[in-house]
């Protein structure tokens, strides 16, 4: 079930942030994360993701502009979606991006994944690359509200935008290949390169999850030749 996330401007009665010194807190202003949640975080339309998620009563989503934000934040820092998960939990940092004042809330490794199946799955089923959409819509704000000349100066997403579809076929192809070592008899799986026969391990069939941005191409291209 599709769910807006208003979470991020209910103001904390009591949080860590009231606490800080005004030296602090300045610094805390003019960081990065405050910026990317200025100008990144609070600009993402969401209700352009409803259409992912069932109509039927169910759990609710986790906030779409959370994860889009995590995607961009994963290939900023250069995080495995491992890392990606402790900075959600525990990195100030992070928090802060994502309007966040406190410690306390979880995520969920699958989160990640399936929500880039959503996406890939949406862009094979209509054409419509969502996320291709949100990029467009910072690119034109940011020219507005920067006064930044369009013939100089781009906001290039297609780093980004590739490496998300390879994560995601990153766990396809490690699915596919799990799946023929499993019908494949014991003696034949331990006769193969050496290599292959750790994809008969259901512990790798989420191998997306400990990649960093720079590892994906290699990867895909071990699993190419592995399939």
């Known amino acids: 079930m599709f769910k807006e996330n208003n979470e991020y401007q ?3 009665l009591f949080s860590p942030v009231k606490n800080l010194s005004t030296s602090i807190e300045e610094k805390l202003q003019n960081h990065w994360s405050t910026h990317f949640h200025q100008h990144i975080f609070t600009q993402i339309d969401e209700t352009k993701f409803e259409r992912l998620y069932h109509d039927g ?6 906030p779409v502009n959370e994860l889009v934000s995590l995607e961009i934040i994963k290939h900023l820092l250069g995080l495995s979606d491992e890392e ?5 939990i525990f990195d100030f940092r992070v928090r802060n991006a994502l309007g966040k004042e406190t410690l306390g809330d979880n995520i969920c490794q699958k989160t990640f994944t399936n929500f880039r199946r959503r996406l890939m799955e ?3 089923e209509t054409g419509q690359d969502l996320l291709h959409e949100v990029f467009e819509d910072h690119r034109n704000y940011f ?10 100066q781009r906001m290039d ?3 980004i935008e590739a490496n998300i579809k390879q994560l995601s076929r990153v766990d396809l192809f490690a699915k596919v290949l799990h799946n023929f070592l499993c019908d494949l008899p014991e003696e034949i799986v331990q006769e193969l390169p050496a290599g292959i026969d750790e994809f008969a391990d259901t512990d790798n069939l989420e191998l997306s999850y400990q990649l960093e941005p720079g590892e994906i ?11």
């Open 143 to 152: 020219q507005e509200e920067f006064e930044i000349d369009a013939s100089t």
């Open 217 to 227: 191409p290699a990867t895909m291209e071990t699993l190419a030749e592995h399939r």
């Open 122 to 124: 949406h862009e094979e």
């Open 84 to 88: 990606l998960e402790y900075a959600y």
């Open 57 to 62: 009563y169910s759990r609710p989503n986790k």
């Open 157 to 159: 997403s297609t780093f």
């Open 10 to 12: 209910q103001e904390k």
